[in-house]
């Protein structure tokens, strides 16, 4: 978020941090160290009707003790901590023995693997969706494909991707909890300043062709062709290239994510040329390094980036200080379509949890009606479940900011392509845009490299 705020973007903090709860047990102190509901499953749940998931339904429930694992620095956990807060009011039968510890992605996923392989995992835990891919190698998570079918709900009442994201070989094995979708950001003072004028709606209708021209009509360049105002930066990577596969109808893998295809036609060929054409021909995109960048200066930051490719909507809150006008857009119409890039978060239960109905019934509930209590605290991406996204989060202001086209793209969102080793595909990606970005390679060659790469990674 991000994903990856988002995901994607969590602070790194090298030390356990522990919030309040209901106690602490042996597991909780080890902790320190695509598609719809398949199936038979999706017949048995039906479409109608609110979800049945009983968290916040009154009466006492058979006593139980959760263990909940969490992620985050201090704010953002106090947004997720919320709903526990009121389940424990509501529901004082139940023990939920909550930790978070402020650790990133890379430390907190093989405490989690550790815990698995020890038998002392907790009852529960939160992350970004791409993490499932190898906590489910591992045999870490449960299937609550049983659980979505005998409460009745269903996909529908998620936001775009969320169960896809959540979907392998046909189950489900988590529950969503929140979601995010890459916009562009825009500097609406930058546009005014050259004379641009954009007007109500301009992104529902405009085309990568479009955009290209605007762009030049903002970007600045000296005397020596350095770049002092950037049209835009939309760098190397996974995040980056999905976009631009799905707009000019390539993708990187096949739909059971087992092989590269960005090969199998010259779709992503012009792809990477279009983007790579932003900096070398068009001039509005900066070089990878060199005079374009000067030290230390964040552009986008300073009012000096016209538009920003990365615009999830964590950054209600990131941008929330700048000095300039500022707000999003849907990215451009391509030779194909315009896709966006989804990515989430969402809440898992451990394989070998002794409490499983129990942590269900919480889970189900933080993770629908319970998210209002995620919003009440501040909120924590975009509501998985499409009642509270509707109403509650849409409707609060950030400067002026325009909620809704947020969910106006998850209408067509496309998921990651998660796989096992995602950070290592990641990697390959990255490498051979950024050969490209320098003009090392053309832009077939880094096809042909993450292709064959990829495919190596994959065992394929």
Known sequence: ???????????????????????????ALLGAGGGAL?????????????????????????PATIVFWCRLDPLDWQKLEAPIIEYRKRHPEIKIEDQNTQLSDAEFSPKLLAAFASGAAPDAFWNATRWLRPWHAAGGVADLTPYYA???????????????????????WGV????????????????????????PDFDKTWTTEQMVDILKRVARSDASGNLGTWGIEWGPGLTSLMPLLWAFGADLLDKDKKRSVIGQSTAGIQALQWWADLTHVHRVHPRRSGP???????????????????????????????DFAWDVALRPIGPKGRPHRFYS??????????????TWDYLSWAGTEGMKYTEDAGGYNIPGYRPIADTLWVKKQTNNVDRQRWLDAARDGKAQPLV????????????????LWEQKIPAKMAVDGIEREVNGLLGT
Not at 12 to 21: A, F, K, Q
Not at 182 to 197: C, E, H, S, T
């Open 38 to 62: 398949a199936g038979a499953a999706m017949a048995a749940c039906g479409t109608g009707g609110a979800p049945q998931a009983s968290g916040g339904q009154p009466g006492a429930k058979a």
């Open 420 to 435: 096992v080793k995602w950070d290592e595909m990641n990697a390959i990606v990255s490498k051979h845009m950024a050969d």
């Open 1 to 27: 978020m991000g994903t990856m705020g988002t995901t994607e973007m969590m602070g790194r903090v090298g030390r356990l941090g522990v919030s309040r709860g209901a106690g602490r047990t042996r597991r």
């Open 176 to 199: 969503p909890q929140g979601w995010g979708i890459g916009l562009l950001g825009i500097n609406k003072a930058l546009f005014q300043g050259a004379g641009v004028d954009l007007k």
């Open 150 to 172: 005998k409460t009745k709900l269903t996909a529908d009442k998620f936001y775009g991707n969320s169960i896809e994201e959540l979907t392998i070989d046909g189950k489900t």
């Open 345 to 358: 978060n969402a809440y898992y239960v451990w394989r070998d949890s002794k409490a499983k109905d129990a």
């Open 292 to 322: 374009d960048r000067p030290q230390g200066l964040n552009m986008w930051n300073a009012g000096r980036q016209a538009v920003n490719g990365n615009a999830g909507p964590n950054v209600l809150v990131q941008w929330d200080s700048f």
